[in-house]
C-alpha cells in the first residue's frame, strides 16, 4: 500500500468488506471482528439498501426545486395558483409521504462495510490476509470467516467522493448483465460504424469506375470500346485495357490532350 504524504486521504486506512451477512446491523460487531485480527480500528461504517429511499429524496429534492421556481415565477407576474404549482404541490405531498414510509422502516439490508483503521499497515495487513477474489474468498479457511460461517472479500476502498450510494445495493448479476450490454451496444455501433465505412469505400470506387469508363466521346477516335468488345469483361479488367490502350493511343499526341485528359482526372493516371 503506497501512501503519499502530499495526497493523504482517508480511503488510504480504510477497506471495503463485501459479502457480511444481510442482517449484520451492529458496527460495533464488526469493529472487533477485524481489530482482533488486524489492529486499532476507528470508524466502522455500515452500508445498507436504501437506495429506493436515496431516489426519493433525489425526487423530492427536484420536485422541490421546480415547485419554488414556479412559486416564484407567480409572484414576479402577480399571479395566482397555477395549474402546474398545484400538479408539483401535490405531487411533493405523495414524495413526501413516501419518504416518511421509508424512513419508518426498521431494517435494511446491509451491503458492505467499509472499515477505517488507525494506520496504515493494518489497512495492509488486512488487504494481505483477507481473500480479494472470488476464487480465495471460495476457499477462505474457517477461522478468517465472519461469524464462523459468511465468507467475505475485501478491497481497498476508494475515495468518498467517488462512491455512488444508488448503486451499492445493486445484485452482481445485474451488474454483470448491464455489463455485458453496454459493451454488446458498444460492439454494434463499431461494427454498424466499421460496416457503413466500407460500404461507402466500396460505393466511392464504383463511383470512380463508371465516372472513368463512360467517356464514349473520348473513346471513339481511338476506337476504344473494351466493354462493346468484350461484354464479360469486369470493371478491373476493362480498367487495365483501357488504361493500356490510353497510354498507347495518346503517348505520340500527350502534350496536346494533357489538358483534356487532366480535367477528366485521367492525367495523373497516364502518369
Known amino acids: ?22 442482517d449484520c446491523s ?17 470508524d466502522v461504517v455500515l452500508c445498507r439498501n436504501d437506495r429506493k429511499l436515496l ?8 420536485c422541490l426545486h421546480r415547485a419554488e421556481r414556479e412559486h416564484a415565477r407567480c409572484l414576479k407576474y402577480h399571479r395566482g395558483e397555477t395549474t402546474l404549482l398545484k400538479a408539483l404541490t401535490k405531487q411533493l405531498n405523495k414524495l413526501e409521504q413516501k419518504v416518511s414510509q421509508y424512513q419508518n422502516k426498521t431494517y435494511f439490508e446491509t451491503v458492505a462495510a467499509y472499515v477505517t ?23 477462505m479457511s474457517p ?13 481497498l476502498a476508494p475515495d468518498p467522493s467517488d462512491i455512488v450510494y444508488e448503486n451499492i445495493g445493486i445484485k452482481p448479476r445485474t451488474r454483470i448483465f448491464r455489463n455485458l450490454l453496454s459493451w454488446s451496444l458498444t460492439l454494434g455501433i463499431i461494427a454498424v460504424s466499421f460496416a457503413i465505412i466500407v460500404v461507402c469505400r466500396d460505393f466511392e470506387q464504383d463511383t470512380i469506375e463508371k465516372t472513368l469508363f463512360t467517356w464514349s466521346g473520348f473513346d471513339e477516335p481511338f476506337g476504344m470500346d473494351p466493354y462493346g468488345t468484350n461484354p464479360g469483361l469486369t470493371a478491373t479488367e476493362a480498367m487495365d485495357i483501357r488504361m493500356r490502350e490510353y497510354k498507347q493511343g495518346c503517348t505520340p499526341i500527350l502534350a496536346t490532350c494533357s489538358e483534356e485528359l487532366s480535367k477528366m482526372g485521367s492525367y495523373a493516371v497516364l502518369e
Open 1 to 22: 500500500l503506497d501512501i503519499n504524504a502530499d495526497t493523504i486521504s482517508i480511503s488510504d486506512y480504510t477497506v471495503q468488506i463485501n459479502g457480511l451477512p444481510k
Open 143 to 155: 477461522d478468517k470467516k465472519f461469524r464462523g460461517t459468511w465468507r467475505y472479500q475485501v478491497c
Open 26 to 42: 451492529d458496527s460495533l460487531e464488526v469493529q472487533c471482528f477485524f481489530e482482533i485480527k488486524y489492529g486499532k480500528v476507528v
Open 55 to 62: 431516489n426519493l429524496f433525489a425526487k423530492k429534492t427536484r
Open 117 to 139: 483503521f488507525s494506520d496504515a499497515s493494518s489497512a495492509l495487513k488486512c488487504l494481505q490476509d483477507c481473500p480479494t477474489n472470488a476464487f480465495s474468498r471460495a476457499f
